[in-house]
């Protein structure tokens, strides 16, 4: 089955530091790669998406890459802020609308 | 405004007594699904609905039921709550197939935490 697995948290880096949140996954197809963002006391929100080998996802400066070959999809950001703090999660869909989920990275950032 | 609106937000109840937990969605999306948050697990999928009348199980749909009688609403019903149903609960929707202006995008509730003692 469909499979999603991300690092662990929590992070806590400084602000304006360099984030790299790691997602690698497992799918029969070619599957869409998601990455949602929840800030404290809300819903998920999509930050970003790929639908195919090598597409780039971006958005709000945070960036990742679509890569078949390691079967990954990293989230980077070059300096994160303070505004950043949240949990990130990684996400597939693989045919069905279903969204199969990693269970999520908590960021925080320290001023 | 688009959105997804769950009630309640916020409950406190005992085993065994029925609750319902409503979701509606204004952005007419044919599908609808529930979810469960649990530290450590990440989201898991209760529920789903592709339609009007048409529902299916996710991978944790014991002791849940739902129903899809209008496409804007999909209320989640606990029968008879137990304490391992305590958890944080997310309706979501969007629109379904690959047609045109589907992103794929899931819109999200603001979510329901749900204490059974």
């Known amino acids: 089955g469909n499979s999603v697995t991300q690092m662990e948290g929590p992070v806590t880096l400084s602000e304006e530091a360099f984030l790299t949140i790691n997602c690698t996954y497992t799918a029969t197809g070619y599957p869409s790669l998601f990455w949602y963002v929840q800030y404290p006391g809300e819903g998920l929100q999509l930050l970003l998406k790929?639908?195919?080998?090598?597409d780039k996802g971006s958005n709000k400066g945070f960036e990742a890459t679509y890569r078949k070959e390691t079967t990954s999809f990293h989230l980077e950001k070059g300096s994160v802020q303070v505004s950043d703090s949240a949990v990130y999660f990684c996400?597939?869909?693989?045919?069905?609308?279903?969204?199969?989920f990693g269970t999520g990275t908590r960021l925080t950032i320290i001023p | 405004e688009a959105q997804v609106t769950q009630n309640p937000r916020y409950l406190i109840t005992v085993t065994g007594k029925k609750l319902t937990v409503t979701c509606s969605q204004n952005m007419n999306h044919e599908y609808m699904s529930w979810y469960r948050q649990d530290p450590g697990l990440g989201l898991r999928q209760i529920y789903y609905s592709m339609n009007v009348e048409v529902t299916d199980k996710g991978d944790v749909p014991e002791g849940y039921k739902v129903s899809r009688k209008e496409k804007r609403n999909f209320p989640l019903i606990l029968e008879s709550p137990s304490p391992n149903q305590t958890s944080l609960y997310f309706c979501?929707?969007?629109?379904?197939?690959?047609?045109?202006?589907?992103?794929?995008?899931?819109?999200f509730g603001e979510g329901s935490r749900l204490t059974v003692l």
């Open positions: 996400a597939l869909k693989a045919g069905v609308e279903k969204l199969t």
């Open positions: 979501a929707s969007s629109l379904a197939g690959t047609g045109r202006g589907n992103t794929g995008e899931l819109f």
């Open positions: 790929a639908t195919k080998a090598d």
